[in-house]
């Protein structure tokens, strides 16, 4: 009786697993979008645990890693300033800030207020020495309340 009993709930798992869409091919996979974004948003959180450890060979290697998933998931989805702002993170840590400026500068063209891309864009302005152009970015930051505005306020005082 104990084994049938197994046997039935074995067959009802793998029975729920096949007919529930949530776990179609195509859900959860590397094609879907939200997937592809919240994978590259990992990856970026794991460099940046690295880099605070001075790993910085390790987090250039992820931050690349979540470039590629992040192209893929703006591929699908050409209208979301949070893909842009991280695809412009991923390079400018890399060193390809003029590349990481234009997908700061198309989320902005898609959410002028974006908090993440406003900061992250003024911080590659006080690391190509274009500080008028962060304060700008500071300035649309004011009025937020928000850590990236004291953030960026720091290092362009630091500057």
Do not use: W
């Not at 390790?58 to 893929?72: D, G, R, W």
């Amino acid at each position: 009786m104990k084994k049938n009993n197994k046997l039935l709930i074995i067959l009802l798992i793998v029975f729920s697993f096949n007919t529930n869409p949530n776990y179609s091919a195509m859900s959860g996979s590397d094609n879907d979008e939200a997937s592809l974004y919240n994978a590259g948003k990992k990856l970026i959180y794991r460099a940046k645990r690295l880099e605070k450890k001075n790993k910085i060979e390790k987090a250039n290697a992820l931050y690349l890693k979540a470039y590629n998933k992040l192209i893929k998931a703006y591929d699908k989805d050409k209208k979301n300033a949070d893909i842009l702002n991280y695809l412009g993170y991923s390079l400018r840590k890399t060193g390809d800030l003029e590349k990481a400026e234009s997908y700061y500068l198309k989320g902005l063209e898609l959410d002028a207020g974006h908090i993440g891309i406003n900061e992250y864009l003024g911080e590659l302005y006080v690391q190509t020495n274009r500080i008028d152009l962060a304060k700008k970015r500071l300035e649309i930051l004011m009025g937020c309340k928000c850590e990236e505005y004291e953030e960026l306020k720091k290092l362009i005082e630091n500057k």
